[in-house]
């Protein structure tokens, strides 16, 4: 059975959380993973620039053959939801530029694939990605949330038949 390589992208213009893990029918291994902090006092289109960048960079680095990417969510701030959007886009254009194939989950659907239920908290899903993938060490937050996005991906493409495969 062949593996397969997802980079997991938890979107944000404050803290954007990557993943990378490889997956070979139910088996998983954990890669790497990290979180981009671009400048908050810079202007808007340099810190998605820079998102761009470091997260092309990132797929250079772990040359990853898909994508996934967490769904926007509205909260109370339409102001924060637009500012996320911009970051998803960033997110999604550099995966498909890369020619990776894409897929987008929402968090209840990220969090009810990896710990089974669609309200769990951050502590949970890094709980779930330790026990996933041991010695990965991650802590809850975005990148641990970047790596359950990613492991999301690749429980849907090993039940589709991989759907999602390498569009260049």
Not at 39 to 59: F, G, P, S
């Amino acid at each position: 059975m062949e593996s397969i390589r997802i980079i997991g992208l938890d979107p944000s213009l404050v803290a954007c959380g990557w993943g990378v893990v490889e997956s070979q029918g139910t088996k998983l291994r954990h890669v790497a993973h990290g979180v981009i902090r671009p400048n908050t006092k810079a202007d808007l289109h340099l810190r998605l620039r820079e998102l761009y960048e470091t997260i092309t960079d990132v797929i250079r680095l772990h040359d990853p053959s898909e994508a996934a990417v967490e769904e926007a969510f509205m909260k109370n701030n339409p102001s924060s939801a637009i500012k996320l959007g911009h970051a998803r886009a960033a997110c999604l254009l550099a995966g498909s530029l890369a020619g990776l194939g894409i897929g987008e989950y929402s968090p209840r659907s990220v969090k009810k694939s990896v710990v089974g239920t669609g309200t769990a908290d951050k502590t949970q899903v890094a709980h779930m990605m330790n026990v996933l993938m041991p010695g990965c060490g991650v802590k809850a937050g975005d990148a641990a949330d970047a790596l359950a996005i990613a492991v999301c991906h690749s429980h849907r493409v090993t039940a589709a038949g991989a759907l999602f495969r390498r569009v260049s």
